[in-house]
């Protein structure tokens, strides 16, 4: 069983910088697919980022391309997400998860989530 937990979300203004970090339980998370999705209130669950087991592959959502940055280190069994150039629209609940597919974008192909952490933009 792979156990996630999100830490460092928060409230910031339009414009400011947050760094997610999601840690995992176990060592299987070097072979797993990591991601992020998040979730507004009334939408549904959407894809942000994910990175290969080996960090050298890493997919975006458009809206997020050019302003974050997903990294993993695996002797820590850490996944971060670096958002830079916040906007109130990223405002939502962002979930770390973990996926035996390579690279895998859809919520359908992650087998393990995190609780979640709220981050709020304000403007």
């Known amino acids: 069983q792979v156990q996630l937990v999100e830490s460092g979300g928060g409230l910031v203004q339009a414009g400011g910088s947050l760094r997610l970090s999601c840690a995992a339980s176990e060592r299987t998370f070097s072979s797993n697919t990591m991601g992020w999705f998040r979730q507004a209130p009334g939408k549904e669950r959407e894809f942000v980022a994910a990175?290969?087991?080996?960090?050298?592959?890493?997919r975006y959502a458009d809206s997020v391309k050019g302003r974050f940055t997903i990294s993993r280190d695996n002797a820590k069994n850490t996944v971060y997400l670096q958002m830079n150039s916040l906007k109130p629209a990223d405002t939502a609940v962002y979930y770390c998860?973990?996926?035996?597919?390579?690279?895998?974008?859809?919520?359908?192909?992650?087998?393990?989530w995190g609780q979640g952490t709220q981050v709020t933009v304000s403007s």
């Open positions: 998860a973990a996926s035996g597919y390579s690279l895998a974008v859809s919520s359908t192909a992650f087998d393990y």
């Open positions: 990175i290969s087991w080996s960090g050298a592959l890493t």
